[in-house]
């Protein structure tokens, strides 16, 4: 860590978006400087010392509304004084592996202009454990050329897109560690199942306006999507989140990963997706008794103005 100070940094900004993260953010932004010219943290009002802690830092802060991630980001995208070449997204609880700090150090410099974007590997991690199987770890978009790429307008499991430029793996790990307890672990994904809903029935009653450009996404996400829209969603209620749990376990191997994995596994993929079930079962069913629309349902029952 000593040497880095010696390393001429690439010409890249990060961009980290936050709400209540005092737990990470000074552990984040460690990691971050390992590859960063500069460092944007857009915040949504935190009411802890989150702010404080990333402007003792140095790190410039904006405040800005929350609605959803992929709003938040598209903000920032738009309105931050990014003035280098690249930028990278990273989450509050994500941390960067030295591995990975030093090939973004060594490769972003070298870059041939043909490259738009580069994938690094996300791991997840729960109660201190690394979830290796069950599919949940995976290839993402985090690094991208600044102007070559926007994020999807999806109320939840939003993406970067690239619109030129090709995409190549970047060595090293990324992890998703997240350090609070079970409660709050299991308030943020009722959050997150509200947000899915609306992703989910928007695919059912079309309310929102699809992306317009032609997009390069990772094969893994085709993949992925492709076997969700045209697999999952066609399963009843409820029986879908048991069966990908039960897929998750056996044919991903998810029992691999243990106890804790089990606790995983069982609460992101069927807990999680069955809740999602209920809360569309309940727009649906409120849809059919009030004689509404769907955004009108979802506005009544959620509280949340779906339109984008």
Sequence with gaps: MNNISYVEMPSLTVIILTFNEELHIERCLHSVFQVSKQVFLVDSFSTDSTVENAEKLGVKVWQHEFKNHANQLAWALENLPVDTEWVM???????????????????????????????????????????????????????????????????????????????????GKYFDNNLNNITWWTNKHNNYSTREAIDLLNKKYGFLSASSGNYILTRQTHYTRWLKENLYLRLPLGVRAFMLFIFRMTFRLGILDGIDGVIFHFLQGFWYRFLVDIKVREVEHRMRAEGIDCVEAIQREFGINPLL
């Design 89 to 171: 997204r990273v989450d509050a609880d994500e941390v960067i592996s030295p591995i990975l700090a030093e090939e973004i150090r060594e490769k972003l410099s070298l870059a041939c202009a043909e490259t738009g974007g580069y994938l690094v590997y996300r791991l997840v991690c729960f109660n201190g454990k690394v979830i290796r199987y069950g599919g949940v770890s995976h290839w993402v978009l985090r690094i991208w050329r600044k102007g070559t790429a926007k994020v999807e307008p999806r109320w939840m499991d939003e993406h970067m897109v690239l619109n030129s430029g090709g995409m190549k793996r970047l060595g």
